[in-house]
């Protein structure tokens, strides 16, 4: 097992060199990077797509979109109106890691971009040891999934910044409390900002316009 | 990245044959054994606590409920009346293996048992790898995580027997399309049987129960 955590480690390490690169270049662009992180099925695409719609003529974006199989999200992203979309096919791997983010950069003209979001793959566990060279870690959770999944998985909603509550228009349709899933949150991380959001019926997604923008702005600002 | 495919190879292998010392001897107890997997908040606890409610009088089962942290499945799984229940808390792992199994199984006295579910981590990704010496897999999806998934995590439907999908009393409140998952998941695996329940209102169990009692049956023949 010694050799299996020394491998495991030369990894990471690796990954986080490349990271540092990505993180670097983005900052010199003044573009916010943001890593999406859920299961499958929370919203991820969706919110992306209703993102995209509502902003895409203001606010310039790009998205790194990855998947184990299927290109099917990029191109749900595309029709959405981000023009500038590169698919990321994992081939069965269970997360992105930087260097596959750095060769889907290389593929992206980010010259006049201000947010890139990178959506991982499906997956509330391994993609939080990987860090993309993101400025945040978004983590989605819809309310069918139930309100015990931030201690379940802890490391995930550690490690973001902001948690998506999704799908809050089917509240009151199982026993989800969203009082509860508030408070199992912030017992893990208390500095996290939680926005409550239904990408179907567009309740709640000024907030998260709102946070975005804010975002945006304060990254420009430490640029300067 | 040779070093790193070696030592995954070399875990796979172990893994591999300690699964088949577990196989070995719940085919001697004449046990039927089924690795539960899903998506975070697929319902994987609800319909073992359901199901336990409903067969526990008439049907021996045991569980091994694998969870990133907290035992709290374990503690639901108890309180349904499942009397013979482990936990194992992987610290971590996004996967059951089959050491931490035997560990669970010895925790257990299986001498009356017939049937022995282990739950394992929600993640439709990495436990797929992982043989825990089950006669099947059984995945579970629910309505709410998008008709998709079986295209974009083909690995885990490919290698299960049974699809459980749960949460049809939500059916309608997305656009989730019952017939396109159901394609889906053929697309991939031809073989699939396909129940289709809701842990909630009770829809659809008596199906799953008799497909149980059918199999439970099956086992006990072949090891005649």
């Not at 509550?165 to 026993?175: A, E, P, Q, R, W």
């Not at 991380?189 to 945006?216: F, P």
Request: contains cysteine; positive net charge; aromatic residues 4%.
């Amino acid at each position: 097992m010694t050799t299996r955590i020394n491998v495991n480690e030369k990894i990471l390490k690796e990954n986080d060199r490349i990271a540092a690169e990505i993180r670097s270049e983005l900052s010199q662009k003044h573009i916010l990077s943001l890593n999406l992180v859920s299961s499958p099925g929370s919203g991820k695409t969706s919110l992306l797509e209703r993102t995209f719609r509502d902003l895409k003529d203001t606010l310039p974006m790009a998205v790194i979109a990855g998947d184990v199989q299927t290109e099917n999200d990029a191109r749900r992203l595309e029709a959405a109106g981000a023009v500038l979309v590169r698919p990321i096919v994992t081939g069965g791997a269970c997360h992105l890691d930087a260097r596959m983010v750095q060769l889907a950069m290389a593929g992206l003209d980010l010259s006049n971009c201000r947010v890139l979001f990178v959506e991982n793959v499906g997956n509330l566990v391994c993609p939080s040891s990987y860090d993309l060279g993101e400025d945040m870690k978004v983590v989605l959770i819809s309310t069918t999934e139930g309100d015990d999944k931030p201690l379940k998985y802890p490391a995930m909603f550690r490690r973001s910044s902001v948690m998506v509550i999704n799908k809050i228009d089917l509240i009151g349709l199982s026993d989800f409390d969203l009082e509860k899933v508030k408070r199992n949150a912030r017992q893990i991380n208390g500095q996290l900002e939680i926005i409550e959001v239904s990408c179907r019926t567009g309740e709640g997604l000024s907030r998260w316009y709102d946070w975005l923008r804010s975002a945006v702005q304060s990254k420009r600002r430490k640029a300067k």
